[in-house]
T-cell receptor, first 112, second 108 residues
Framework: GPKVLQIPSHQIIDMGQMVTLNCDPVSNHLYFYWYKQILGQQMEFLVNFYNGKVMEKSKLFKDQFSVERPDGSYFTLKIQPTALEDSAVYFC??????????FGPGTRLLVL | GQQVQQSPASLVLQEGENAELQCNFSSTATRLQWFYQHPGGRLVSLFYNPSGTKHTGRLTSTTVTNERRSSLHISSSQTTDSGTYFCAIDPNTNKVVFGTGTRLQVLP
């Protein structure tokens, strides 16, 4: 089936540094999403993105977070600066319309 | 805010038994999706099922929209079915809300 890729699979970073998580969505998809899952907890919606713009974002999507998809390449989540509570697995997803979302394998982020 | 409740929170079965997982939500959802999360964390979409019944293999999903509930039935469970099952809804706001999950363990 359709595949979403995420790079890197793991990232360890010192608190205060910047990190960029990359998502390669399904090629013809138009909607893109980021989710955060702290170990052992449920997945939480962060943001969705369509037509070059953020459509909706949750309270978890702090001012230090930003998303973009320059020139139809990777859909990225940037955190600057990082904080300890940002340690989690971040999942990217994409959908063609407002329908089935396909998820990537996640990026495990550890902030020290 | 929007609530998505799943039950049971956890379930232990012997291989071959059937499972019924429930998802209840507090307001009208434009879309409902069931996911399986592998023990290692990888997510797989099982069904996009905003209404009605869908089947795939040993899995059946039934959503009754006006009653704000959905179920996932697993027949003849296998050890490889072990993991966490999430339902998620989009309550007309594009902010997808995930349920609390059902942790399933199937014993050999």
């Amino acid at each position: 089936g359709p595949k979403v890729l995420q790079i890197p699979s793991h990232q360890i970073i010192d608190m205060g540094q910047m990190v960029t998580l990359n998502c390669d969505p399904v090629s013809n998809h138009l909607y893109f999403y980021w989710y955060k899952q702290i170990l052992g907890q449920q997945m939480e919606f962060l943001v969705n993105f369509y037509n070059g713009k953020v459509m909706e974002k949750s309270k978890l999507f702090k001012d230090q977070f930003s998303v973009e998809r320059p020139d139809g390449s990777y859909f990225t989540l940037k955190i600057q600066p990082t904080a300890l509570e940002d340690s989690a697995v971040y999942f990217c997803a994409s959908s063609f319309l407002v329908d089935t979302q396909y998820f990537g394998p996640g990026t495990r982020l550890l902030v020290l | 805010g929007q609530q998505v409740q799943q039950s049971p929170a956890s379930l232990v079965l012997q291989e071959g038994e059937n499972a019924e997982l429930q998802c209840n939500f507090s307001s009208t959802a434009t879309r409902l999706q069931w996911f399986y999360q592998h023990p290692g964390g990888r997510l797989v979409s099982l069904f996009y099922n905003p209404s009605g019944t869908k089947h795939t293999g040993r899995l059946t999903s039934t959503t009754v929209t006006n009653e704000r509930r959905s179920s996932l039935h697993i027949s003849s469970s296998q050890t490889t079915d072990s993991g966490t099952y999430f339902c998620a809804i989009d309550p007309n706001t594009n902010k997808v809300v995930f349920g609390t999950g059902t942790r399933l363990q199937v014993l050999p």
